[in-house]
């Protein structure tokens, strides 16, 4: 008795690999979108997170210095009040810049967002 052995390939057919690359398709065109909403907003509270720390060197200097509220801060003032006597930086690529000891700093992205 002779059996015969029937070669049978199995594999995916074209149209199984066209549905799964278009749930693929679908699920990136939903997810993108979302990352980079998170990404903004996560790069927009870092930089109020900036400019809050800033301000609180700026109102540390002013009383250590006995100014007053119109007296005005530079940055090189304010260094030795930040962490590693540096200004942080924008996570959007923004410039702080400080005022008067009454006044908030600023970020030249203030029109994304980037205020206290």
């Known amino acids: 008795m002779q059996t015969q052995k ?3 390939k199995s594999g995916f057919t074209l149209v199984e ?3 799964v690359v278009a749930i693929i398709g679908l699920l990136a065109a939903i997810a993108i979108p979302n990352f980079v909403k998170a990404r903004t907003t996560a790069q927009k509270n870092a930089c109020v997170a900036n400019l809050k720390q800033i301000d609180g060197a ?3 200097w002013a009383l250590e210095n006995k100014k007053s509220s ?5 940055t090189t003032d304010v260094l030795a009040f930040l962490k590693g006597s540096t200004l942080p930086a924008c996570p959007s690529g923004g410039v702080y810049s400080t ?3 009454s006044a908030s700093p600023a970020c030249t992205k203030t029109s994304d967002g980037h205020s206290i």
């Open 58 to 60: 700026v109102q540390q």
């Open 17 to 19: 690999i066209m549905i």
């Open 70 to 74: 119109g007296d005005t801060a530079t």
């Open 99 to 101: 005022g008067a000891v």
């Open 6 to 8: 029937t070669s049978r």
